[in-house]
């Protein structure tokens, strides 16, 4: 049997045994204070257990509460887990585009509605969130704890959106390194799209570092002003408004490099037809191996007698009458 936390079991091991100490030897306090014939008659009756007794169980529940919180294992050796699900990175298109109002209340709200729908169809596998523009950067790491992944999400506001132009291969790229030890590797783009000439290094770089696109496609054929940050629409410099609409040209490319693309609809089918599309393409892999300790714990024996003990001492603490207690607070003498 080994401790886990056998460090913090001598830190508070040492000051356990001054404090039993210095207990044990110094002089009863109410000694100091009291006449002994009245300290007789405060005392417990007969019944009650001497004060010797209730300080050694106080003190060995005490002690096996510690050992408790040493956590006290029996250590197996290392052992290796299949680890079911996939890895899969997404990204939130956060460019100035984001703010049209095709779709209510706009495109970003609406995408990132559609984003936590792919969550929920996914809820076994590791996720990581990236939002790019300009630039591009990490939300969240990957895990599988989906209501963080959402809370993370739900932070993206139009304080975020750049409006600047999309930079895909910033994105590539930054996806290419954290895909990089990922197999298979696999990108969801959450976007209202992306011209050709945008698009074009981005298909080298998905391309040399083998990953798989999806694109969730937000906006409408139609299309929409280009919104400013202050809720009004772009005038462009011969007079007329900036009208931004929905391009499938990502979408062509994600069915190139070997994934699909949906066009975002109200209602959850959509999500959950993309996350079928992925498993089954990719049910016959695996996450890998992951290392953990085979222990047997056994916390919950020292914890359980410690609690027991306590409950015995605290429940012999001796009781005065109610008519002692009436004589002391007259100032009677008892």
């Given at each position: 049997?080994?401790?886990?936390?056998?460090?913090?079991?001598?830190?508070?091991?040492?000051?356990?045994?001054?404090?039993?100490?210095?207990?044990?030897?110094?002089?009863?306090?109410?000694?100091r204070i009291f006449?002994?014939?009245?300290l007789?008659?405060?005392?417990?009756t007969?019944?009650?257990?001497?004060?010797?007794?209730?300080?050694?169980l106080?003190?060995?529940?005490?002690?096996?509460?510690?050992?408790?919180?040493?956590?006290?294992?029996?250590?197996?050796?290392?052992?290796?887990?299949?680890?079911?699900?996939?890895?899969i990175?997404?990204?939130?298109?956060?460019?100035?585009?984001?703010?049209?109002?095709?779709?209510?209340?706009?495109?970003?709200?609406?995408?990132?509605?559609?984003?936590?729908?792919?969550?929920?169809?996914?809820?076994?596998?590791?996720?990581?969130?990236?939002?790019?523009?300009?630039?591009?950067?990490?939300?969240?790491?990957?895990?599988?704890?989906?209501?963080?992944?959402?809370?993370?999400?739900?932070?993206?506001?139009?304080?975020?959106?750049?409006?600047g132009?999309?930079?895909?291969?910033?994105?590539?790229?930054?996806?290419?390194?954290?895909?990089?030890?990922?197999?298979?590797?696999?990108?969801?783009?959450?976007?209202?799209?992306?011209?050709?000439?945008?698009?074009?290094?981005?298909?080298q770089?998905?391309?040399?570092?083998?990953?798989?696109?999806?694109?969730?496609?937000?906006?409408?054929?139609?299309?929409?002003?280009?919104?400013?940050?202050?809720?009004?629409?772009?005038?462009q410099k011969?007079?007329?408004?900036?009208?931004?609409?929905?391009?499938?040209?990502?979408?062509?490319?994600?069915?190139?490099?070997?994934?699909?693309?949906?066009?975002?609809?109200?209602?959850?089918?959509?999500m959950?037809?993309?996350?079928?599309?992925?498993?089954?393409?990719?049910?016959?892999?695996?996450?890998?191996?992951?290392?953990?300790?085979?222990?047997?714990?056994?916390?919950?024996?020292?914890?359980g007698?410690?609690?027991?003990?306590?409950l015995?001492?605290?429940?012999?603490m001796?009781?005065?009458?109610?008519?002692?207690?009436?004589?002391?607070?007259?100032?009677?003498?008892?």
């Amino acid at each position: 049997m080994i401790f886990v936390n056998s460090i913090l079991f001598w830190v508070l091991i040492v000051p356990f045994v001054i404090f039993a100490f210095l207990i044990s030897t110094n002089k009863e306090r109410l000694s100091r204070i009291f006449d002994e014939k009245v300290l007789q008659r405060l005392s417990a009756t007969d019944e009650s257990m001497p004060m010797m007794v209730r300080n050694v169980l106080m003190f060995a529940a005490i002690f096996f509460m510690i050992v408790a919180m040493a956590r006290p294992v029996i250590d197996r050796g290392d052992k290796k887990v299949s680890m079911q699900g996939l890895t899969i990175l997404t990204a939130l298109d956060i460019s100035g585009s984001m703010r049209s109002r095709d779709i209510y209340p706009n495109r970003l709200t609406f995408a990132k509605t559609k984003m936590k729908e792919f969550f929920n169809a996914m809820p076994s596998d590791n996720i990581g969130v990236v939002a790019f523009a300009y630039s591009s950067f990490v939300l969240a790491p990957f895990t599988s704890d989906k209501e963080t992944l959402k809370m993370m999400v739900d932070g993206v506001d139009e304080s975020y959106i750049s409006m600047g132009s999309t930079d895909f291969s910033s994105l590539g790229n930054l996806a290419g390194s954290l895909l990089k030890k990922k197999k298979p590797k696999i990108l969801v783009l959450f976007s209202d799209g992306g011209d050709k000439d945008a698009i074009k290094g981005f298909k080298q770089i998905l391309k040399d570092n083998n990953i798989d696109l999806y694109v969730v496609l937000v906006g409408t054929n139609k299309g929409a002003p280009v919104i400013d940050k202050n809720g009004k629409p772009i005038v462009q410099k011969d007079g007329t408004i900036a009208i931004t609409q929905r391009n499938d040209a990502l979408g062509t490319l994600a069915k190139d490099s070997g994934g699909a693309y949906v066009v975002a609809t109200n209602g959850k089918d959509d999500m959950e037809q993309l996350a079928n599309v992925i498993k089954s393409r990719y049910k016959q892999e695996q996450q890998g191996e992951v290392t953990i300790k085979d222990r047997v714990e056994y916390f919950y024996y020292p914890l359980g007698l410690g609690l027991l003990l306590l409950l015995i001492s605290f429940s012999s603490m001796p009781k005065m009458s109610r008519d002692e207690k009436l004589k002391i607070k007259n100032g009677d003498k008892v």
